[in-house]
């Protein structure tokens, strides 16, 4: 059976390229969420194996979703998107528990990569 996935963005076609990457290679897209919270709610309706969450983000940012969705399944493996230049909130992302994370705009190789490493 395949791998789902949450996918978080707030942009539209971020969540359609990442989509398209993971389910044409054999992953399941069971959700998205356009901010932390609908991240947090999502999550806990559809327990995904692994979510790919945006760092940036209107209401709740990503980093605050990934402390929630810790906070409610400490199992949870959770990948982080960032853009360029924002390391330091992807190493706060590391050090809050994100097992990996994938730089914009993204490769299908480094996606499939750390998703594969991920969940392995």
């Not at 897209?29 to 969450?53: C, I």
Request: with cysteine; charged share 30%.
């Amino acid at each position: 059976m395949s791998k789902k996935i949450l996918i978080v963005d707030d942009a539209v076609f971020m969540r359609m390229k990442l989509k398209d990457i993971l389910e044409k290679n054999g992953y399941t897209v069971v959700a998205e969420a356009e901010n932390g919270r609908e991240a947090f709610e999502k999550y806990q309706a559809t327990m995904p194996d692994l979510v790919t969450m945006d760092i940036t983000m209107p209401e709740v940012d990503g980093l605050e979703a990934l402390k929630m969705i810790k906070g409610f399944d400490a199992s949870a493996k959770i990948v982080m998107c960032s853009a360029m230049g924002q390391q330091g909130m992807v190493m706060d992302a590391i050090r809050a528990g994100a097992l990996d994370f994938i730089v914009k705009p993204f490769d299908t190789d480094r996606v499939i990569k750390a998703v594969d490493k991920v969940l392995a």
